[in-house]
């Protein structure tokens, strides 16, 4: 079984969509796929992307991104936990998990998460301009730090290792040391948004050797401190300078 990997795939771009319309039937019948978040605010989107990835491909595992929690469009959603919660059921009903998957000598571990501001506080531009400020919504009273432990602590417990290989994945930066120094000076101000170091911690606990991360829209492939970090992000269709737009295989599962 090989393992592929895209996220960001913001399929309320007609581009995008219909890349995943196009995505062959028949090359991927033995395979897992891991969608790393961010499909669309809108349920149907969701259901219908995730539901044409579960006819292509033997197994396919999801963590929703902030785009997928938006409620800004979404009818009857009190908040965006009851987003999540909807969008949970929406997704295993359509053929797709978000639960620890255990190959012949590989588990995959989906990392639920958010952001605390670890990576700094985001100045009053970002507050203006993040779009997330807007299209969430959370119980009166409840904070980004609260949503980030909320989202990381449905994680736990966390187990150790079982396979010779774990592969972990989330939509949230774990680190931003990820972030590539040719990365434009004025991606800087959305350092605050782009994750938690909660996750790091999960990730070094669980054992994982390759993580895979979305959210950044910046393609790469990383070490640090032995562990293979991979951003594979499909993106928006003016990014192509920093996304390859096609799925890549980080491992095979064997045995
Ligand atoms: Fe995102």
Not at 237 to 253: N, Q
Request: hydrophobic share 35%.
């Amino acid at each position: 079984m090989r393992i592929f990997t895209t996220s960001d795939l913001h399929v309320d771009y007609r581009q995008n969509a219909q890349w995943v319309a196009e995505l062959s039937r028949a090359d991927f019948k033995d395979d897992l796929l891991i969608l790393a978040g961010d499909i669309s605010d809108s349920l149907e989107r969701i259901e219908r992307t995730i539901g044409s990835m579960a006819e292509r491909f033997k197994q396919v595992l999801y963590v929703p991104g902030n785009h997928d929690l938006w409620v800004l469009r979404s009818k009857d959603v009190a908040n965006s936990f009851d987003k999540f919660q909807k969008v949970r059921t929406v997704v295993e009903n359509s053929g797709a998990s978000l639960d620890t998957f255990h190959g012949r000598t590989t588990t995959i571990v989906p990392l639920l998460g958010w952001y605390d501001y670890s990576f700094g506080e985001p100045s009053p531009e970002l507050r203006r301009r993040w779009m997330d400020y807007r299209a969430c919504r959370w119980p009166d009273g409840t904070f980004e730090r609260d949503v980030t432990e909320h989202f990381t602590g449905l994680n736990e417990p966390i187990s150790p290792p079982s396979k010779p290989v774990v592969i972990s994945f989330s939509h949230f930066m774990p680190r931003i040391d990820l972030m590539p120094s040719f990365a434009p000076e004025r991606a800087r101000f959305l350092f605050p948004i782009l994750g938690t170091h909660l996750l790091e911690g999960q990730i070094r606990r669980v054992g994982s050797s390759i993580h895979i991360y979305g959210h950044s829209h910046i393609n790469r492939r990383a070490v640090r401190d032995g562990v293979i970090y991979i951003n594979n992000a499909y993106g928006y269709p003016s990014e192509d300078r920093f996304t390859a737009k096609k799925l890549l295989c980080v491992h095979e599962d064997t045995g």
